[in-house]
DNA sequence: GCATTGACGAAGG
DNA sequence: CCCTTCGCCAATG
């Protein structure tokens, strides 16, 4: 066979490519219903990973230059708190979006957060 | 090729 | 109760 061992690699080093863990995250949070958040650890859980949340974290880096458009502000820390803020157009971009979806906001953490919260593996699961 | 960092999380002191 | 450390995996320096 001509071709060469191809390896996979660096999924966001391809944004226009799609790949199973980026795309599987950002599958999951484009189903995140409006007025609703969930946690990196809890689609961490959903796919498998649950000890690599961090991994959430990191694909949701490439979601601002994923298609269509991630919600990426409907994902916060286990904590509640808009850890991703920062990493937005604007730093008030996050919270901003999130009140107008019904998410109150307070010092950067979602206010009753508990209720808001949105498990993938319970509500979503397959 | 090794060391550091990172939108996390759980455990330990 | 607050702070530190470890684990996880990939990217970056």
Do not use: C
Request: glycine content about 6%; cysteine-free; overall charge positive.
């Amino acid at each position: 066979m001509p071709a060469p061992a191809k390896k996979n690699i660096t999924p966001i080093a391809a944004p226009e490519k799609k790949y199973s863990f980026f795309e599987d995250v950002y599958a999951v949070v484009r189903q995140i219903p409006k007025g609703r958040v969930t946690s990196f650890g809890a689609i961490a859980a959903y796919l498998g990973t649950k000890l690599s949340a961090r991994m959430v974290g990191w694909a949701m880096n490439g979601a601002h230059h994923a298609r269509p458009k991630v919600p990426a502000q409907r994902v916060v820390n286990r904590n509640g708190m808009l850890s991703g803020k920062n990493h937005f157009k604007t730093a008030t971009e996050m919270e901003e979006l999130l009140k107008k979806e019904g998410v109150r906001v307070k010092n950067d953490v979602v206010v009753d957060f508990k209720n808001k919260f949105w498990d993938p593996a319970l509500e979503l699961k397959l």
